[in-house]
């Protein structure tokens, strides 16, 4: 049985997908997740607390997802793994990926909060440096590297996942999309 606190969390993403997430009250969480009215304020005393935690757990998931993605032996192939890894979340959590970026949600000072985004991108940033140990983009800023990939994944996901750039490749998937064209931006960048 899932935990009150896991089950509202739950319940965020149902809420987000059929109300927006302007859409989402703690009332309206707590009786998606089929308790009380109430449980949510307790457990998140607000709406800002409820999305703190919200956004933390998915930023969490997305940076498990990005460290196991980029174990392949071949540097390359764990950024490209990674990348891959970024869309399919972004696809099976569309609520979440929706309002990750959205800190005006949330309690920015919260610690678990930023461990969470800081995981994301220290896992980016992981696998890029092991690509750069080999010889990859050896001239560039580790920082300038995170950004332009960050930027150019999290972009074209977001692009696709929205509707902009899914209409122009109708009728082709996501992911090897997003991996035909992240290689040639990892073919400029080196």
């Known amino acids: 049985m899932t935990n009150t606190p896991t089950r509202l969390l739950d319940a965020v993403d149902a809420v987000i997908a059929e109300h927006g997430p302007s859409g989402v009250t703690l009332r309206r969480v707590g009786t998606e997740a089929g308790l009380s009215h109430t449980a949510a304020a307790h457990y998140f005393s607000d709406k800002p607390g409820l999305f703190t ?3 933390t757990r998915a930023y969490d998931q997305m940076g498990a997802a990005i460290e196991e993605a980029s174990t392949a032996e071949d540097p390359r192939t764990a950024m490209l793994d990674a990348a ?5 979340f972004a696809m099976t959590s569309p609520s979440a990926f929706s309002v990750m970026s959205r800190l005006e949600l949330t309690r920015v000072d919260t610690p678990e909060l930023w461990a969470a985004r800081e995981r994301a991108y220290f896992g980016i940033a992981a696998s890029l440096l092991r690509s750069q140990e080999a010889g990859w983009a050896s001239g560039h800023d580790m920082r300038d590297l995170v950004a332009t990939v ?3 994944v999290h972009g074209f996901v977001d692009l696709w996942v929205g509707g902009p750039l899914a209409a122009p490749y109708d009728g ?3 992911l090897p999309t997003l ?5 040639t931006l990892l073919d400029a960048l080196d």
């Open 179 to 183: 991996r035909r064209n992240f290689t």
């Open 150 to 152: 960050w930027s150019f």
């Open 172 to 174: 082709d998937d996501l």
């Open 53 to 55: 935690a919200y956004i």
């Open 84 to 88: 891959e890894a970024y869309g399919r």
